[in-house]
């Protein structure tokens, strides 16, 4: 890194999506005076009668969880896509519209209504894993599914109506827009290179040991250096697996103590059950083969300064470029930093 | 529009960037348990001791507001860009970076603490857009800055700190992502048809007249096709202006009426001070002909159902696709059903 870049405003490039992010590490200290997030409620019960995931409880459409033990998943209630739509495709001078079948289903992660990942214990979490692996191979199978989004919504602030621990997964026909991006960049390396780019990347991280948050054996957690959100991170496997399917035993293992480990520190950064995006991207399931693919998971999480101050990505994001103001570097070093024990769990 | 996407799941293409969004016709029975905001609030004084952006007052960064009665424009406190960044690039394996110049503007709109464009009146508004004609030009002219994005937040659930009525502009050396992809398909068609894209689409609507909100002689307000946001709306002239330093006196006129006549029927939809972020995409200042621009303003407003329930672009709009509830055909006929006279303004 110059030394420059530390102190001004640059862009730097997202190589898997190729595109650019505006970076301004100067602007810190500026003051806030607008609007404040309600911090977390913690404290749940582990059985919540009025919660439509708890084990036993009617749903939202009517029908009965069953008393589940181990992660249990349904087709969603209000699923935004719908299996079997009729194939279509409409252009009517510069309107260009093409029908889209799917599924949506939901994934609650433990029949435990008072916890989130970092909170369970890692068989709990390799459970959670085994059913995102057996969704996505079953969805994956289907005529006419070539894509399964697996993620996870967490907190009041990102979109989450209910805590009872849970993520969703939308698989579809087509493509969706930002995993295209990632399938052009990975491919045009893979052939130009015959390794993937995210196994190199990877490399180089370690190497430079700059935004490395935590690593095991097979895994490393980092802060990309293109990352937009404040504490946003990518958890990888160290040796290129186009999907999370082809995980050996002790790689899904070394998986999920990663994701505890990761989620504890956020939760760690602000003392707070910490809001975020999380999305698993992996090679589409066209049947088609997809060396170039090396799976990743990614946490967007919207914190900036405290439990109740989050980063807007509003007008010129909207309009022009992302932009950050702490760099991925000040980011890394923090969580790096930040105890593996929940703060919960410390006297 | 054949019939069935009217109710089933579906994507759109946006002709400007080269992207789909999804479409969700079915799904807008879905009950909302999640996180409310709080409503705007209104009755504020029309001067405010405490604001840094009333007449006269200090601001953030020691420096005083003159005694403006028309609208005012300065140098943002807290920049994001600096001018005169040196000019570096930086290579390293798959890190890729280069500097960054440009200069940040806010621009009040009134000395009126208490108003917005809604509220304000029709010669007020002509001398909103004067400001940012001149900006545009003067920032334009500056050696290096090859783009100037006017925008502005409105509503603390768009990141506004301060109601008082402002905008900003950032201006910058490197073309924005967000452009850059417009200035593709634009060039594209220009050089195949001889025509703006946005030229014959705005004809293609007018004919159609299924997603006109309201128009006058020279401009158009409509809910693109491939609108987003629930009320997602764009302004633009009905000839081909490449930037708003272009318009005539009487087409400047008729962009602020229409602005005031779309911002009153934002406040209608729910009886509030609706927030959003607008942002004007017009030709970059990198002294090139630009025949292929067609200048255009977009509102992005996130309310959904209520002055307290918003869309949330979360998970899967974040890893996969935007997605949409109501079509913009529903948003646009809710739109243009408004009254002209702002809710407040009503007995
Ligand atoms: O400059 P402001 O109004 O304080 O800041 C607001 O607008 C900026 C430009 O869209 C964003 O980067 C900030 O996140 C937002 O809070
Ligand atoms: O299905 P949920 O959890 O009710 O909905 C949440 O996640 C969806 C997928 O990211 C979004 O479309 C919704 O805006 C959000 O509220």
Known sequence: MTNSFNDNPHRRLNILTGEWILVSPHRTKRPWQGKTEKSATTDLPEYEPSCYLCPTNERMGGEFNPSYDKPYSFVNDFSALLPNVQEE?????????????????????????????????????????????????????????????????????????????????????????????????????????????????????????????????????????????????????????????????????????????????????????????????????????HPEWHFHMLFYPPLLRSATVKKFMVGYEMFANPQRDITAEQAAVTMKSLSNVHYSNLG
């Open 89 to 289: 495709s409409y252009k009517n001078g510069l309107l260009y519209a093409e029908s889209e079948s799917g599924i949506c289903k939901v994934v609650c992660f433990s029949p435990n209504h008072s916890l989130t990942l970092p909170l369970m214990s890692v068989p709990d979490i390799v459970d959670v894993i085994s059913l995102w692996q057996k969704e996505y191979k079953e969805l994956g199978a289907i005529d006419g599914i070539n894509h399964v989004q697996i993620f996870e919504n967490k907190g009041d602030i990102m979109g989450c109506s209910n805590p009872h621990p849970h993520g969703q997964i939308w698989a579809q026909n087509k493509i969706p827009q930002e995993v295209h991006k990632k399938i052009g960049n990975q491919k045009a390396y893979w052939e130009k290179h015959g390794r993937s780019i995210l196994e190199d990347y990877v490399e180089q991280e370690l190497q430079l040991d700059e935004r490395i948050i935590v690593e095991n054996e097979h895994f490393v957690a980092l802060t990309p250096y293109w990352a937009v959100w404040p504490y946003e991170a990518m958890i990888l496997p160290k040796r290129k697996l186009a999907h999370i399917g082809l995980l050996s035993e002790s790689e899904k293992l070394a998986y999920a103590q990663i994701l505890k480990q990761l989620t504890i520190r956020y939760d760690n950064i602000f003392n707070t059950s910490f809001p975020y995006s999380a999305g698993i991207h992996q090679a589409p399931t066209d049947g088609k083969e």
